[in-house]
Structures are given as C-alpha cells and as structure tokens.
C-alpha cells in the first residue's frame, strides 16, 4: 500500500450521515483515507493522525474513495474550500480535505508579506524619525546655549564699547579729574619747618625753665606756606 494517502480529510466526514471516526480512540478528525488493494469493493484503509492506528474501513471502500477524489470542487482562489460529496452504490460520503496549496495563495501570502513589511518599515521609519528629532533637538539646544553666550557676551563688549564711545564723546578721552593741590610757598622766616619754630623760651615752658619747644608759625597761618 502506498503510505501517500488518496484522501486527507478536514474536518468531520459523513458516511451516510454518520461521522467517520478511528475503531482505536473515536477520533472524527485527522483522518487519512488509503486505497487498499486493487478491487473497487475492496475496503478502504483509514490511519488516524491521533493515535497512529490503523484498520481497514467496513463503510469506505476503494470506490467510494475514487467517488470522492472524482467529486471534490478543488481551489482556485485562496478563500476556496475543497469540498466532496460523492456517492457509489448507495453510500453517501461528504466532507473537506485539507486544502492544497494554489497559485492565488502565494499571491495572498506575497500581499500580505508586502503589509506587514511596509507597516513595520513605517514603524521603524517614525522610529527613526523620533530619534532623529530628539537628537537635532539636542544637538539644536546646545547650538543655542553657545550662541546666547556668546550673544551675551557680545553684547556686554558693545555695551563698554558704547560706554566707552559715548565718554570719549563728551570728554574728548580725558580721564577722571584728579585734584590739584595747590603748591605750598616756602616760609621766609629762618628755622620755620612745615609751619612749626623751635625756639628756646621760658614763656612757653610749664616748669618755668628754659626749654626747647615747637610753636606755630604766624607767618605760615596768614600765608598758607610751611615748607
């Protein structure tokens, strides 16, 4: 027997509006129909996907198996189902078969391949996009910290540079009027210095004797001299 199976069920299988299930473990789904032996009346083999088991059918037969490979709608476009009823010598066997793949299912996996890659270059691309603006902004923010420094900077410099221009305009540069003592005349009278005599009496004294002491001068005091 050919291990290829001639009718890969989908699905629960009707025979004569009874489902077809394993005789090992009842499984209605994931069956596989073998032709078996060379005579159309000969039963069928069905191996189950579920448990491994496998029995030759005693309502499928090889005919009714070419019945239903003769009857089945196939599919042209990916949302086709491969449909069957077919009918031998009075057993009605109806169902789907897994769906084998068509022309118009590699168009549909290509589109939808193509959306989901455009979505997710759409993604990445505001991805990048956000990150590009944070970084220019950064990049931006910092530019302008230097350049109001800078800013600043100058217009502190044009600041002194008025200041500086408008006192040169009303003082013509000269700078801060310093004050000017007047020169002090030389006193004319002998041992007079800085405005003081020394001179030797007893009037001036406080013990009554002769002493050395400094008095004004009163020539100094009338003239503004001392030197």
């Given at each position: 027997m050919d291990t290829t199976p001639d009718l890969k069920l989908m699905g629960v299988t009707e025979v004569?509006?009874?489902?077809?299930?394993?005789?090992?473990?009842?499984?209605?789904f994931s069956l596989e129909v073998h032709r078996h032996l060379v005579l159309e009346t000969a039963p069928a083999w069905i191996s189950c996907l579920s448990c491994g088991r496998g029995e030759d059918s005693p309502t499928v037969t090889n005919g009714l198996v070419d019945a239903a490979l003769a009857a089945r709608t196939g599919r042209a476009r990916a949302e086709d189902r491969d449909l069957f009823t077919a009918q031998w010598r009075g057993i009605v066997m109806t169902g789907e078969l897994?769906?084998?793949?068509?022309?118009d299912d590699m168009v549909t996996l290509a589109e939808l391949l193509k959306r989901e890659t455009t979505k997710t270059a759409k993604a990445w691309g505001r991805a990048q996009k956000r990150e590009a603006k944070a970084l220019v902004k950064v990049r931006t923010d910092a530019l302008s910290g230097a350049v109001r420094d800078r800013a600043r900077s100058a217009v502190g410099g044009a600041k002194a540079a008025a200041l500086g221009a408008a006192w040169q305009l009303q003082t013509g540069g000269a700078g801060p009027a310093k004050s000017v003592r007047p020169k002090q005349?030389?006193?004319?009278?002998?041992?007079?210095?800085?405005g003081m005599l020394t001179i030797k009496?007893?009037?001036?004294s406080t013990t009554g004797k002769t002493q050395t002491v400094k008095v004004p001068c009163a020539v100094c005091g009338r003239t503004g001299g001392g030197k």
């Open positions: 004569n509006g009874q489902p077809l299930a394993c005789g090992g473990c009842g499984n209605t897994v769906p084998e793949l068509v022309m005349r030389r006193c004319r009278v002998k041992g007079c210095k800085r009496t007893r009037v001036h």
